[in-house]
């Protein structure tokens, strides 16, 4: 997909674009209307371990 915006970017046909790198020019519209994903940070679940719940845990797995 980047060489057909590479090359539409150019100055060449969107039709010439699409023989050249085998990608439809339909494909290559949806592509360019779709929004880029950005990662969504993570919320921390309402179950997670606190710092010390979590050392407790770990302290009595590494028990022998």
């Given amino acids: 997909m980047d ?3 590479a090359l539409t970017g150019a100055g060449t046909t969107t ?5 050249m790198t ?3 020019r339909s494909s290559a519209d949806r592509d360019r209307r779709r929004p ?6 993570r919320s921390v679940p309402a179950n997670a ?4 719940e979590r050392d407790r845990v770990l302290q009595l797995l590494d028990s022998p």
């Fill in 15 to 19: 039709r010439a674009a699409a023989v």
């Fill in 36 to 41: 880029s994903p950005s990662p969504s940070p």
């Fill in 3 to 5: 060489a057909f915006q």
């Fill in 22 to 24: 085998g990608i439809c």
């Fill in 49 to 52: 371990l606190t710092p010390a």
